[in-house]
């Protein structure tokens, strides 16, 4: 699951993103709507959303570039965002416009289950897949509340705290991700996930591996803004037997 910020670089910038990274090999396009005031967004993602919203990104226009992408690609589009973006849009509202865009699910970290403001009832009405965000310091009680519910997705990241910094791979955050994918649903982990190697740790234990910051990372220090072939090359690094020089 490649993440990309929409309308980062700029809105253009971001449908090249989306086409590179889709060349590159990505199965599943999880695509940030920026906000000012994020709870699980490192540095880099931080500065990309900034970026973004300084470049006229709107939810509206979210939401077109979403569907200019479902033009061009079949792969499942999941929306990242936050609970104002959501909530003051209308929860109801916005699952609709989802839908109508092409969205295969939604990614919402701070409106968990039992707080949700109606997302999660919403998603089984319009057919969106509503992914349940824990961590690994959640406890017993609640992890069993989350798997009971039996969704489509649960997204474990590989620590607490937010995107970004490095996470290495051990006994500690697998032993997570067992528990985490106990309950039968798809897991997809995230959070530090920038080489091969995470890659392949990770494989046997989850659905598919979240890459956010490394993208944003390499568009940041282009030197020549080809940002299709950038994020194909940084795809292919990623997924591929021999590493490829971005």
Excluded: W
Excluded at 19 to 25: E, P, W
Excluded at 123 to 148: H, M, N
């Amino acid at each position: 699951m490649a993440h990309l910020v929409a309308f980062f670089p700029h809105r253009d910038g971001s449908l090249e993103v989306a086409r590179g990274l889709i060349a590159g090999g990505a199965h599943y396009l999880e695509v940030q709507f920026p906000f000012s005031d994020p709870t699980a967004d490192g540095p880099l993602i931080q500065k990309a959303c900034d970026e973004a919203l300084k470049q006229g990104f709107t939810v509206h226009g979210g939401l077109r570039l979403v569907s200019e992408i479902r033009t061009f690609s079949d792969i499942p589009v999941f929306i990242m965002g936050y609970a104002n973006t959501v909530y003051f849009r209308g929860v109801e509202r916005f699952m609709a416009e989802c839908r109508e865009a092409g969205v295969r699910g939604l990614i919402i970290p701070d409106l968990p289950p039992g707080y949700d403001e109606g997302l999660y009832s919403f998603g089984a009405q319009f057919d969106l897949a509503v992914v349940p965000v824990i961590c690994p310091t959640i406890g017993e009680e609640r992890l069993d509340k989350v798997l009971d519910l039996k969704s489509e997705y649960v997204y474990a990241t590989l620590r607490t705290g937010t995107t970004g910094a490095y996470s290495e791979i051990g006994e500690k955050n697998i032993s997570f991700l067992r528990k985490a994918g106990s309950g039968g649903s798809k897991l997809v982990a995230g959070f530090g996930i920038s080489t091969r190697q995470q890659v392949e740790a990770l494989a046997p234990h989850v659905y598919a591996s979240v890459v956010g910051s490394a993208f944003i990372r390499e568009i940041l220090s282009a030197k020549i803004p080809d940002f299709f072939h950038l994020m194909e090359l940084k795809m292919r690094s990623l997924i591929e037997n021999e590493a490829v020089e971005t």
